[in-house]
């Protein structure tokens, strides 16, 4: 079974408007999620996800969520790419690059950027429990986690519409509020 894993970027810093869209850093706020997040990630049953390639966007606020959530792994990262293909490309291409994934990988993180990433796992999630499905339709904030399971015997290249379970959708909030 092949699992699909989606990290939105945490929380971007608008001070500088003279910074271009894909250079803008993360606020503090942001730091303080994905911080959040890695120590989620370490305490979760089971440890922090395990994926075969994480692959990134290029942004400067994804590259930075990233770097702060990946503490969860110490020193066993995963193989990471760092794709600017990614950035903003909507929900089609975006599915296209998660079915242009090696077939020996079994699970994958993408890092990147709504409104694909939640269009993403709306769209490809046809299964998995109604009020996480609807709470995911509604909103995926920043620095957000999905984690998306493909059916069994399925591979990448086969991913459509609907063909997917939503196995688990974690908000920074929701951990700030235990």
Not at 73 to 82: D, I
Not at 105 to 116: E, I, Q, R, S
Not at 129 to 138: I, K, M, P, Y
């Amino acid at each position: 079974m092949k699992t699909l894993y989606l990290l939105r970027h945490a929380k971007s810093d608008w001070d500088d408007p003279r910074l271009a869209d894909h250079d803008r850093p993360l606020s503090a706020r942001g730091h303080r999620a994905a911080a959040t997040m890695a120590n989620y990630w370490t305490a979760r049953k089971g440890g922090p996800p395990r994926p075969d390639l994480v692959v990134c966007s290029t942004a400067t606020r994804a590259r930075a969520t990233l770097e702060i959530v990946a503490a969860a792994w110490g020193t066993n990262l995963p193989p990471t790419t760092f794709d600017r293909s990614i950035y903003l490309c909507g929900e089609e291409l975006l599915l296209d690059r998660v079915k242009a994934l090696p077939e020996q990988v079994g699970a994958a993180l993408f890092v990147g950027h709504n409104p694909d990433f939640q269009l993403l796992a709306r769209d490809l999630c046809g299964r998995g429990e109604a009020g996480l499905r609807q709470s995911l339709a509604t909103k995926l904030p920043t620095c957000s986690f999905v984690e998306i399971t493909v059916p069994d015997g399925m591979n990448w290249r086969d991913l459509s519409w609907g063909s997917c379970t939503l196995s688990g959708f974690i908000r920074p909030r929701d951990l700030e509020e235990r």
